[in-house]
């Protein structure tokens, strides 16, 4: 029987391999980071908290829209809606697959209904949002309006990506 997600010891390195990413000078391994942290954190419920744990991870990611580099912009708030629009999976696993440790097995997971986030989950996401405009110094909402004004398209999408999550999600 596999153990539970966040119990496996490579789980904390794989987080501090995804913060040398984001934390690196490489722009490549900025955006390798980016990727890992949208896809892990809406793997499961567990992934999420062990993500939103790491307090070092989230600063730093959430830091990278102060970068004066337009895509690196665009990809931090992409990677923001992917996280905030995830339905992450129960913590309960599916035993005996390798896929057990993300809670599902991979024809599970592809078929899988959304999922309702728990209020734990909920709460994180908000405080995620919130970061978003606390790194700006402003209100998430006014940052988003204030990047969807801005004559770069990937930025304006990316913006537009968060917005609509904020008042449709």
């Not at 980016?34 to 307090?55: D, G, P, V």
């Not at 580099?69 to 708030?77: C, G, H, M, R, Y």
């Not at 899988?112 to 978003?132: F, N």
Request: aromatic share 8%.
């Amino acid at each position: 029987m596999m153990q539970g997600f966040i119990d496996l010891p490579l789980m904390p390195r794989f987080i501090h391999a995804v913060f040398l990413g984001v934390d690196s000078d490489d722009q490549s391994a900025r955006f390798a980071g980016l990727f890992a942290i949208a896809e892990f954190s809406s793997s499961s419920e567990r992934a999420m908290e062990l993500l939103f744990s790491n307090q070092e991870l989230m600063n730093t990611w959430i830091s990278l829209l102060n970068s004066p580099k337009t895509e690196l912009k665009a990809a931090v708030l992409h990677s923001v809606a992917k996280v905030i629009d995830s339905g992450v999976r129960p913590a309960a696993a599916t035993e005996g697959t390798v896929f057990s440790a993300v809670g599902a097995t991979a024809e599970e997971a592809k078929n899988a209904p959304p999922v309702q986030d728990s209020d734990s989950i909920r709460s994180k996401k908000m405080v995620l949002l919130s970061m978003v405009g606390r790194t700006r110094k402003i209100s998430t909402l006014a940052y988003l309006l204030e990047c969807v004004k801005q004559p770069i398209p990937e930025v304006k999408h990316a913006a537009y990506d968060v917005r609509i999550l904020v008042i449709f999600g």
